[in-house]
């Protein structure tokens, strides 16, 4: 059984393989709710926090996040390995450009429709 990731920025989901990082599964599928930068945990751009659900983080950056974050859900996308369904807030430093509750939706600088709600 396939684990599911849930964006709640733009509210997205997408499964995710055994053993891999949030960010590779997403990357593969070709979706893009979370910002992609190094892959390698050193740059923060794809910082999340996890809402619910279990995971393990590999190697984490404290110049990305702190022990206490770490403590407190905080993680990088590329390091996070799911152990469970995880439902996820980005936070890093594009993520008000993945955020649809903020009435546009964007992707690296390119702005797009926001999705039509009534
Ligand atoms: S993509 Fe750079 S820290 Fe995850």
């Not at 733009?10 to 990082?21: A, E, M």
């Amino acid at each position: 059984m396939s684990i599911r990731i849930h964006i709640e920025n733009c509210d997205d989901s997408f499964p995710c393989p055994d053993g891999s990082n949030v960010l590779r599964a997403m990357e593969c599928l070709g979706r893009r709710g979370i910002p992609v930068g190094c892959r390698g945990g050193g740059c923060g751009v794809c910082k999340v926090k996890v809402l619910d659900g279990r995971y393990r983080n590999e190697a984490i950056s404290r110049a990305c996040v702190s022990t206490e974050e770490e403590a407190e859900g905080y993680s990088l996308a590329c390091k996070l390995i799911p152990e469970s369904d995880l439902s996820l807030r980005v936070i890093g430093k594009m993520a008000r450009s993945f955020d649809i509750s903020r009435g546009a939706f964007h992707f690296y600088g390119a702005p797009a429709t926001a999705p039509h709600r009534s």
